[in-house]
């Protein structure tokens, strides 16, 4: 069941990150035309019973009307959220929303030698304290790789000093974009190492925090993914003025004005089923990418 969008304000960012799959860069874009595009949308999702929207980018705090879609999507009593790498500071948006997603990606050499800027775990501590002030839901995406995969304990101190974190995802990182340019990557044996330190940090943050991977165990693959109850991402990408289900991918992306929320849980249910298909065949593997499963059984029916 389709229950959340996320939208992509903008492919501009103000950050140029090692690692970043988009490779995220000033672009010019035409920021009245999408964002009336993104109202036209955020009410065509009010209509669907799709109330819950994630603002993202780039970086989606450099979009000038991100304020104002906030309080747009707000104002149809909408659950709304924003992904930020924690550069930009502003009290009203922050008190606006109802949960954060922020990018952390170890302790502060690390982290700033990644975003290649010397002021950016700085500028997410002070985030994140007044986060904390404010008591706003929020979560903490680490994105995993060759240069940080030992820094793991440094998001315990983290949590335990902020406890309005929530949840912190563990992202394997993407081997194309920067990333492949920078030789930035992550093997078999960072995930194994990542997966064997999960009850470590459990322990340490005295169970406050929930560590949710993106490459998913047995179990959680045959009782929630197969179950339907996580839903696929759907994706407005408004520069681009497109659409997609799950990823670029897999999912023919198409023209926003093309959108219609039964074709998207058609092809949502499409690939549930074809999933369950070939349940034995995936819960082989120790570690299981639904994303990349589905590429391969979707590929593998053209």
């Not at 104002?75 to 930009?88: R, Y």
């Not at 179990?219 to 179950?227: H, P």
Request: aromatic share 12%; proline share 1%.
């Amino acid at each position: 069941m389709i229950n959340k969008a996320n939208i992509i304000l903008t492919h501009n960012c103000n950050l140029s990150c090692k690692h970043c799959y988009l490779d995220a860069k000033s672009s010019k874009e035409d920021f009245k035309e999408n964002y009336e595009l993104v109202k036209e949308l955020i009410d065509q999702l009010k209509k669907d019973n799709i109330n819950n929207v994630m603002f993202t980018g780039g970086e989606c705090m450099t979009f000038p009307y991100l304020k104002e879609l906030i309080k747009y999507a707000k104002e149809l009593n909408m659950k709304v959220s924003i992904f930020t790498n924690g550069m930009m500071f502003d009290k009203e948006i922050f008190d606006m929303i109802d949960y954060i997603n922020i990018s952390v990606d170890g302790d502060k050499n690390i982290h700033n030698f990644i975003r290649q800027n010397k002021n950016s775990y700085d500028n997410i501590i002070s985030l994140l304290d007044y986060l904390k002030q404010i008591d706003k839901n929020t979560t903490i995406q680490y994105t995993i790789n060759n240069l940080n995969i030992d820094k793991l304990d440094s998001l315990i101190d983290l949590a335990l000093n902020h406890l309005n974190i929530r949840t912190v995802r563990l992202v394997f990182v993407s081997n194309i974009g920067r990333a492949r340019k920078n030789n930035i990557y992550c093997n078999k044996d960072d995930i194994e190492k990542t997966y064997k330190k999960l009850d470590e940090l459990y322990l340490k943050t005295k169970y406050h925090i929930q560590f949710v991977p993106n490459l998913v165990k047995k179990y959680d693959f045959e009782n929630y993914y197969l179950s339907g109850d996580l839903g696929f991402p759907l994706w407005f990408d408004i520069p681009s003025n497109k659409y997609y289900v799950l990823s670029e991918k897999v999912s023919k992306s198409k023209k926003i004005s093309e959108y219609k929320k039964r074709d998207v849980e058609e092809e949502s249910n499409h690939f549930l089923e074809t999933l369950k298909n070939n349940k034995e065949k995936i819960i082989k593997q120790e570690y299981i990418d639904v994303e990349y499963e589905i590429e391969k059984l979707v590929k593998g029916e053209k």
